[in-house]
């Protein structure tokens, strides 16, 4: 037997049931719930005989089933203020440069204002299903929110989130090791760090204590310490929860914290997928056309494999290029030794707050050819178009590349 997955949506599958008439209890469409009905946003507002009515959009119902309803029959108070809200965020916008004034007491809305309310209701409905299926594939414990409070702009429609390196055909990311440490209380003499002839990266605090170009040896799947082991951080992943916001200042997405950082902490890993430096340049050919890339070159020992973050990634897809960023990259080798291989994790060098915007500079060693949703970094090594910084800091270059 043979299949193949199902693109349309569960709403989708159940306005067509629906609308056939017909049951399916793998959709949760049974004879019981067949003619069940629940708001799932508002679509238009109209007083009549001086009632206020709303617009219906039923949740698993087609369109064409709207219908208008009075506002006492309504049990939904956060979609109503939503629906207040986004009518109030459209009215007092400037037209042409001038402000709007808001009339609380209207009659019927117009055209445009009603359609900017759905579009704005079907973008809060796309951006929760989006922050759920984020936080389903995760593989830690800290939480990622969405948030567009800036345009109409919904979830990207060709990314993927993974949470570790997803390698290109016959490339294999996980070899080199055999055996760990047998340390009881990381870290001992010949723990793995000192193996491989470097220091420990962390302090008793768990936070970094190595300069930037200097790799992280962390304790591997082999190592007889447990998972409390202090030589174990990179690989548990972000213990910050963040959320992945939407710019005003035309840069794209970016990621913001949602907890206080303090100095030297990991944030967050920077993984997508791992292809050859030849097939690099291939994409980066055509994602110049498109005017973005995410193109990060493996540079520690040699210049052979890159990541590539355009459709496979984390959270680390969306973070902003900063001239004076708050993050910076380091290699990092846990369960793989390859020197052309490491993983790429990304530190705090100063205390960040709770709300801050999280960045790193594009130009950093280890980080060639990288660039965010619309800012559009390149590398200066790949001698391709200049780009206009929109970083905003003082000491900004000017440029990307």
């Not at 698993?60 to 939503?82: A, D, I, M």
């Not at 980080?367 to 800012?375: E, F």
Request: glycine fraction near 6%; aromatic fraction near 10%; include cysteine.
């Amino acid at each position: 037997a043979w299949y193949v997955p199902c693109l349309a949506s569960l709403e989708t599958l159940q306005e067509l049931c629906r609308k056939e008439n017909l049951t399916c209890k793998s959709i949760g469409i049974t004879n019981r719930s067949l003619k069940s009905y629940e708001v799932e946003y508002l679509c238009d507002y109209k007083v009549e005989e001086g009632k206020a009515y709303y617009l219906v959009k039923w949740k698993g119902w087609p369109e064409s089933s709207n219908t208008w309803e009075p506002r006492k029959h309504l049990n939904c108070p956060l979609l109503v203020q939503n629906f207040l809200r986004d009518k109030n965020e459209y009215l007092s916008r400037g037209r042409e440069g001038k402000a709007m004034k808001v009339r609380n007491h209207v009659k019927t809305l117009k055209p445009a204002i009603a359609d900017y309310i759905v579009k704005k209701a079907k973008q809060r409905i796309a951006l929760q299903r989006w922050k759920e299926e984020l936080n389903r594939k995760k593989n830690h414990k800290a939480m990622i929110l969405v948030e567009n409070t800036v345009d109409l702009e919904g979830p990207p429609l060709d990314f993927y989130y993974i949470n570790e390196y997803k390698p290109a055909p016959g490339i294999n990311v996980l070899n080199g090791i055999t055996t760990g440490c047998e340390c009881a209380d990381c870290p001992a003499e010949k723990c793995c760090p000192k193996e491989a002839g470097f220091i420990l990266a962390y302090n008793k605090r768990k936070k970094l204590k190595i300069q930037p170009g200097l790799p992280i040896y962390e304790c591997n799947s082999y190592c007889r310490c447990g998972p409390d082991c202090p030589n174990r951080i990179v690989q548990k992943g972000t213990p910050y929860s963040l959320c992945i916001f939407r710019t005003n200042n035309g840069r794209g997405w970016g990621v913001k914290t949602l907890q206080k950082i303090k100095t030297n902490s990991f944030v967050m890993e920077y993984v997508g997928e791992v292809i050859t430096s030849e097939e690099a340049e291939r994409r980066g050919q055509l994602y110049d056309n498109q005017g973005n890339t995410y193109l990060f070159d493996l540079d520690y020992d040699s210049d052979e494999f890159t990541v590539d973050a355009a459709r496979y990634g984390n959270v680390s897809h969306f973070v902003n290029h900063s001239c004076d960023p708050n993050l910076q990259v380091f290699n990092v080798f846990i369960d793989n030794l390859d020197l052309r291989l490491p993983r790429i994790a990304l530190f705090s060098t100063r205390t960040i707050k709770a709300g801050e915007e999280l960045t790193f500079d594009y130009q950093m060693k280890g980080s060639i050819d990288l660039t965010s949703d619309s800012a559009e970094g390149l590398s200066p090594s790949k001698k391709r178009i200049r780009t206009v910084c929109k970083c905003g800091a003082v000491c900004c270059r000017g440029y990307l590349n």
